[in-house]
């Protein structure tokens, strides 16, 4: 138990409205919960969600489902969690056990899921209560900013990827260079795949290839999908953009069996050239995140070989600053509020 009873909050009151520091009691964990002290949580575009209201229209809102913080506290009936134990919490925060999706044993899909941020307060702020379905361990070698977004950005990209059907040596391509996207060429390098990095500007090459890309397609110098085909096509398409027409001009990348995975939303819809989807056996599918276990494995295989996030680091009470860093794109790649 902390000794403090009160703790700093960032939150917003409305949709679009203000950032707000205030004060808080430190909330009491009830039964299955745990407190967590909140020492990062990574800033994500899906935080916009709770900020506009979006999904649930629950204000006040205290957005963050990238945390990563100890166990301050545990609730009535909580077992195989303790006091002082590294704990990481991302999108999914808990499921129902009683809808379709989770009877087929598809947490994350739930169709009455809890998610941080948005149907409960997030890790904007020092200490969070949360279900003990949503903890994953942490590791104790990862430094906490580093891995934050490991649990979002980091979990939606390698757990797309293990699961998208390659083989070790198949050519998997990654489309965009950013938030995502740089964590999806060292995850598809570090899973012995052939990696092709896809990315406007001859200047991101040799980035690309530091990061473990075989091959570099410069989209504005090249047809990206005519890029692939001469490597062999494309096995997996990750598409980390929220870019219709970009994903358009690379769905002719797919080779035989080839799947295109969308992990980046538009409202535009893309085009599909129907022919060699049926004739090659190709597919376009979506991938969510993952649920807790999927995420320890994230930490797991990223402490294993290596793979990190790049972050822009902001306190805490420079939440607000953060956030529109985030949103306007200009952020290279990941923000990271650091607590406490």
Known sequence: MTASKTMKVMQVS???????????????????????????????????????????????????????????????????????QRVGVGWYGGHCGKCEPCRRGEFVSCQKGSIPGLTYDGGYQEYMVTSTQSLAAVPESLDSVEAAPLLCAGLTTFNSLRNAGAKAGDLVAVLGLGGLGHLGVQFAAKMGYRVASIARGADKADFAKKLGAHHYIDSTKEDPAQGLQKLGGAKVILSTVTNADAMTAVLGGLGLHGRFVILGVDMKPIQVNMLPMLM?????MGWPSGSSVDSEDTLKFSEMTG?????????LEKAREAYDRMMSGKARFRVVLKVG
């Not at 090659?280 to 376009?284: A, G, I, Y």
């Open 280 to 284: 090659f056996k190709q597919h376009v």
């Open 307 to 315: 793979v990190k996030s790049m972050n822009e680091i902001y306190p």
């Open 14 to 84: 409305k949709a679009n409205g203000p950032f707000e520091l205030v004060t808080r009691p430190i909330p009491e964990p009830g039964p299955g919960q745990v407190r967590v002290k909140v020492e990062a949580c990574g800033i994500c575009h899906s935080d916009s969600m709770a900020v506009s209201g979006a999904m649930t229209g629950r204000f006040p809102a205290v957005p963050g489902h990238e945390v990563i913080g100890r166990v301050d506290a545990l609730g009535a009936e909580v077992e195989g969690w303790k006091e002082g």
